[in-house]
């Protein structure tokens, strides 16, 4: 695994969003794949010890996904994603909401817009994540979303090492 891919996380409270860049040593399509496949996305996007369960993914415009970050004592913390452009390969755009296990979204949300790109076998995302409020910007920040989503994308590298080979 290469330890020299670039990695940004910067946080804009005076736009409310977070700013990620992150280079992985894989090709564009499976990059977009481990991101927009519930299956691929259940084995890597939840911090370890913890583990991701999807209900039901529908990935495309107006679809959605249901999925829960499961601890290891089986405490579920439900999101709802719903797509709202999708380019594929290369962008999709949806919102992100905390939910209850009955599908009713805790607002305010957030938008999550993801730029793929590839150059020399090397795949390059950009995600930003504009928050409605500050409030609760600085509550994700403050759950660790820094440190989580950083073990997550790890995951993911050693993941597509295997899925590459």
């Given amino acids: ?8 996380l910067t946080v804009d409270k005076a736009a409310q969003t977070v700013y990620i860049t992150r280079e992985f040593d894989a090709d564009q399509s499976l990059v977009w794949e481990a991101f927009t496949t519930a299956e691929i996305l ?10 991701a369960k ?15 970050m499961v ?27 905390f939910a209850d296990k009955d599908e ?10 993801y730029h793929f790109s590839e150059q020399d076998g090397k795949t390059t995302v950009r995600i930003a994540i504009y928050n409605e409020s500050l409030a609760r910007m600085e509550k994700m920040i403050e759950m660790g979303f820094k440190e989580g989503f950083t073990m997550s994308l790890s995951n ?10």
């Fill in 71 to 97: 601890s290891p004592e089986g405490f579920e913390r439900w999101a709802i994603q719903e797509y709202l452009s999708i380019h594929p390969k290369s962008h999709f755009k949806l919102s992100n909401a």
């Fill in 156 to 165: 993911l590298d050693q993941l597509l090492a295997t899925l590459s080979s």
């Fill in 42 to 51: 259940d084995q890597w996007v939840a911090p370890k010890p913890w583990t």
């Fill in 104 to 113: 009713n979204p805790e607002l305010p949300g957030s938008e999550w817009d």
């Fill in 54 to 68: 999807t209900k039901y993914m529908d990935f495309k415009v107006g679809g959605r996904r249901f999925y829960a």
């Fill in 1 to 8: 695994m290469n330890k020299n891919l670039f990695f940004d």
